[in-house]
């Protein structure tokens, strides 16, 4: 899931700032995101909020 | 930071001979687009939008840099697209650079699609012509278009497209804008490229 | 063009001089290498070290010849090759867009520019803070979410109709008080946990996500974060420590900071002190906020202490990491008109990770609370904290509230917000208290990630020890603050 960054809008996925986890205090066990740019962090992007943006997505896609 | 084997890479291309094409799935593919550019220009959503829902995730090997492979048709030809790491220049700065940079030494591209960002052209093109000058086949593709309208950026595709002498395409890759053009050329291309190998 | 290759690959012509030199390595190369012989010169003649082994693996002896080429163009220029071949790329690239690009400048791009500069010359920009503070923070959080929405939600709905509902099943259930008060006594799972979490927290986090949301899609912060450093600078302090707490970049952002460099006795002395001033991160500022509501003065007293215990913060870093240049050359993401779709995925994003916490641990509380009082533990403590409540100036059945406050808020501040919220419903208190109460809690104790990170990193003995002087430092604030308030005769 493409996210953008609330302080830098560098766009990242969410796979890859779990790379940069270790800093945290938590390891990665907490559910937020930090931005590999500039350590701004995020809440992971919830379940319905991903889901809706799947569909939405495959409207899109199937208008086209 | 490990350092990629370089020419250990490479000379492994050259002793097969051939490069390795790899079947994802289904038929076997015939050609290779890489997807080559900064990583914050909206490459990975291109590379989405012109790829299905199969990709494949792997590290290059003897690194941890992650690459994304897929498939697509381009002139009814089967393609290998790969999303390669972000990069800046020919020269590499970075693991993910160098890997970048190795995947287009190591792998045979028939098309390299550069992505840049509209609002920072002038620091992205130099790349372009980096490209142009090692004799690769390139499109270029002028992301972020909403953007640079926002700040009041006009942009001559055609006459940057004479200038480098290669096709230039303007795109917003979050909502498809472009998206048919650019896949026109990348048909015509695809096809062109297949002709001219047989 | 049908065919994309063979291209024109010379897009750009360097000075005779450097094409002489390209020639003349190209020229030797008699490999065969992927990309055109051209690129494969400029880069060596650039320095590039990976391509120089692999020129050197596939010319073989050849390349001493090569080499050789490179070494005798490269002498014949004043600077090193690679800077010359960078920068009249660079004037031709420049040149190519140049003709192909256009600036226009439309009003709404000029307003956007100049709304983007008012917010981070320090000037224009304090002023906007504050009236974003006034009516984001003080105004919406505050007064809307923390006063209407809570009383709403409070009174009417839990405590006019839903609560006395429940108490009376319960009660039936349960007929035995010991039990049933786990549920809905005084400090039930549901009259107090459950009860605070939807009708205080909710509200307010909700009102304060949003706010933030709004604001971070807006793309206000990272202009903050310049005002923040701007204004720093010109008292000749550091901002580094300070922006990430104000953004709520994360509470153990200072601790990394801090503890990267620490060697002497003396830096660790002050990276206690600096640790100690604990902050709260965002959202339980926004809760702080709201306790305030009602009190304008004492509001803006408290921003105000905020404000020094920031300046303290960027003294003691400016101490301790001398010399770290400012690194805000970063490129401004455009200000533009937040989204609504963002702004509810955002809010909903935020809203949903703060409960998922903040649910199960006051329904643990309530369970916590509710052993304490049946082994008369509870009761003890109350008794032993009473002292320092007087201290902060709370006297009477006030003290004992007080106490509660203390107790619930080394368990968490929120939690301990919750107690203070229960006070203003049973005792009238207040501004001056209400500042009192709210200055303390706001620098009372590190949330767990903080107190975690401190223990990952000097060791729970360190931790521990800073704990211990973190306490009675917000204490003592808490009565040099009450002491300046009755001394001086000030009502907030």
Known sequence: MITRCGFCAHEFTEEEAHKTCSKCAQFGGCKMVMCPRCGYEMPQTPKLIQMIRQWRLRRVEAAQ | MPRVPFFEIVRGARRTGTDSVEALDG???????????NPN????????KLTGKYVVVSNYPGTTVEISRSRACFGGIPYEVIDTPGMYSLRPLSDEERVGRALLLREHADIVLHVVDAKNLERMLGFTTQLIEAGLPVILA??????AEKVGLTIDSERLGRELGIPVVETVATTGLGLDRLKEILNEYAGAAAVSAA | MSTLAPQRSQPLKYDPSVERAVESVSSRLTGDYRLTRRSVALLLLQDDPEIREL???????????????????????????????SLQRRDAVRAITESAVRHSEHSRVRFNERLSRLCTSPITGLPILALVLWFGLYQFVGIFGGGTLVGLLENDLFGGIINPWVTKVVQALLPWPWLSDLFVGEYGMWTLGVTYAIALIFPIVGTFFLAFSILEDSGYFPRLAMLIDRLFKTIGLNGKAVIPIVLGFGCDTMATIVTRILETRRERIIATFLLSLAIPCSAQIGIMVALLAGHPAAFWTWAGIMAGIFLVIGYLTSKLLPGEPARFAMELPPLRWPSLTNIAAKTYARMQWYLMEVFPLFV???????????TGLFGIVIEALKPVANILGFHGPLATGMSEVFLFGFFRRDYGAAGLDKMHGEHALTGNHTLVAVVTLTIFLPCVAQFLMMKKER???????????????????????????????IKL
């Open chain 2, 27 to 37: 038929d076997p593919v015939r050609g290779r687009l890489m997807v080559v550019g």
């Open chain 3, 459 to 489: 060791g729970m003995k360190m931790a521990l020890a800073m704990a211990g002087f973190i306490f009675p430092f917000a204490i003592f604030v808490g009565w040099a603050l009450n002491l300046t308030l009755t001394t001086l005769n």
């Open chain 2, 142 to 147: 002028i992301n972020m278009m909403d953007e």
């Open chain 3, 55 to 85: 020129v050197q693996e596939t010319e073989g002896p050849n390349f001493a010849l090569v080499n050789d080429a490179v070494h005798t163009s490269s002498q014949g220029f004043a600077e090193p090759l690679d800077s010359v071949i």
């Open chain 3, 364 to 374: 643990l509380a309530s369970v916590v609370i509710w052993i304490g009082r049946l």
């Open chain 2, 41 to 48: 220009v909206g490459k990975s959503v291109l590379f989405s």
